[in-house]
């Protein structure tokens, strides 16, 4: 590992000189490039120098111990236990630095929401998922866009689809799909009975365009109006678009956009992320028969997290973590969940790298 960090720290240096010259600041590609490749090893090298400075405090320490009795000694112990447990600390956050990078991590996400089991509960429960999002892309300091939407009869979404743009926007995100589980007592219910019903999320990574190639022939498009909550018209051309992607069967409809053309290129990005996630998912399979879809049945057995009303709990059945603030966590406060996911997704590749 030292090694390693000797090499990124020349590497460092060599990016801020570059960084300096009039000929690459001109250049505004390379400079961008050049200044994300900065960011990325300022936390490592930043890192590495206070380990480096933590370590040398340590074993200076050590050195005074034998000579000292008394008050200075515990003092100096006290220091040397300090030291130590910084510099754990910062091997830890080192080693999670030099892991390889997962190769979405620079993208931006599609998020698609439906409403599974449950009925008309379940597309409430879809609607109170975007709003969660929405609230949490808020605090992260994300962009969210609608790229589409199909509401329900009172007021949930059959599906909303929404594009997330920002730092880490898919190392947090990419956790959040999968089937979603709520336990209350719906609107509709006159008895006052708890009911279970599911919501789907599937989070895709946006893919750029010279990244996924579509051959004309293989779509099949279908133009037709707008509809709005109970299959109503809300549109009086044919504006909305339906995709299918004959190949694969994939399909992806859009009726958000003021235009046909616009609706086409929004179903099309729709599409690339898709297929992108299609081809990904195969390469990795073929690595691990260990991964399922995210997306599994959208059935009320299957679940990676629920939200419990009457307990005011939500519940990640991934990693054991119970949490009672749903009122805050559908507000957006997500922070806990999603630190502790990101964390046993590090812990994880930590333990399989070494």
Known sequence: MLDKLAALEEEFVDVERLLADPAVIADQGRYRDLAKRHKELDAIVSRARELRSRTADAETAREMLPDLSGDDREMIRAELAEAEADIARLTDEVRVLLLPKDPNDDRNVIVEIRGAEGGEEANLFARDLFGMYQAFAGRMGWKIEVLNSDPSDLGGYNEVTFLLSGDGVWSRMKHEGGPHRVQRVPVTESQGRIHTSSATVTVLPEADEVEVQIDPNDLQIDYFRSSGPGGQSVNTTDSAVRLTHKPTGVTVSMQDQKSQIQNKAKAMQVLAARLLKLEQDRQASEL?????????????????????FKENRVSDHRIGLTVHKLDKVLQGELDDISDALVQEEQTRRLTEDS
């Open 288 to 308: 691990s028969e260990a991964r399922r879809d995210q997306t599994g049945g959208g059935g009320r057995s299957e679940k990676i997290r629920t939200y419990n």
